[in-house]
């Protein structure tokens, strides 16, 4: 079965916090892709990163980096120093090889960043 | 470039109306998707095309919903007669490729309120 759990409904931090996002995906195949997607107040969805299966290279990006461990089959997102304007909804979708545009989505983990 | 476009961006109906959603793919781009966000069930594909024709509808939810691509630059997800339980977030999507690893470009949705 292929499946992607973030099992963090909701977190709220205060402004300048680090804070991690889990993701643990399930899959049989062993060419699979991984993403983060990004759902502002406004609505939309935003592509942040993709990852395959064959590249396990944890990737920095200004505030955001990912961890990518096959081992324990998760894609963790860390925002560092967070701010206001990181307050969204976040997912972590799978896809993979002969499963094109079915991305699996997990249910989103919501992030509330205080001033 | 312009993004996805969808209209309307809000939509309340009453219960056995026909409600239409549409949406303009990003130029260029060969996949175009349907996707639906609830609380309950998340994101959720229902229906893609590739060039206009469409592959996979196996996740349109019963005979009420079609959706049409009548050309490269124009999609309609039809709902008739709608029901309040299909009321969702409808998202639309578009891709250069059919790639599994190909991130999606969406739209900024349509929020639909059957009353």
């Known amino acids: 079965a292929q499946k992607v759990t973030q099992a963090q409904t909701e977190i709220s931090v205060v402004e300048k916090e680090d804070v991690t996002l889990d993701c643990v995906y399930e899959?049989?195949?062993?060419?699979?892709?991984l993403f983060w997607y990004k759902q502002p107040p406004s609505g939309e969805l935003v592509f942040l990163i993709r990852?395959?299966?064959?590249?396990?290279q944890n990737e920095i990006s200004g505030r955001y980096s990912w961890n990518f461990q096959k081992s324990t089959s998760s894609f963790n997102f860390t925002i560092t120093a967070s701010q206001v304007v990181d307050s969204a909804v976040y997912f972590c979708?799978?896809?993979?090889?002969?499963?094109?545009?079915?991305?699996?989505f997990g249910q989103g983990t919501t992030l509330q960043v205080k001033p | 470039d312009a993004g996805v476009i969808q209209s309307p961006r809000h939509e309340v109906t009453e219960m056995g109306q026909e409600v239409t959603l549409r949406c303009k793919p990003i130029s260029g781009h060969d996949y175009l998707f349907w996707y639906r966000q609830t609380m309950m069930r998340g994101l959720e594909l229902l229906i893609y095309f590739n060039n206009n024709v469409p592959i996979d509808d196996s996740g349109m939810p019963e005979d009420r919903f079609s959706a049409k691509m009548p050309n490269a630059s124009f999609s309609t997800l039809k709902i008739q007669p709608s029901e309040p339980r299909d009321s969702a977030v409808y998202f639309c999507?578009?891709?250069?490729?059919?790639?599994?690893?190909?991130?999606?470009?969406f739209g900024s949705g349509t929020q639909l309120s059957v009353l």
């Open positions: 899959t049989r195949d062993t060419t699979y892709y």
């Open positions: 990852r395959n299966s064959f590249d396990e």
């Open positions: 979708a799978l896809n993979y090889r002969g499963n094109t545009g079915k991305l699996i």
């Open positions: 999507a578009s891709s250069p490729d059919r790639g599994p690893g190909e991130k999606l470009f």
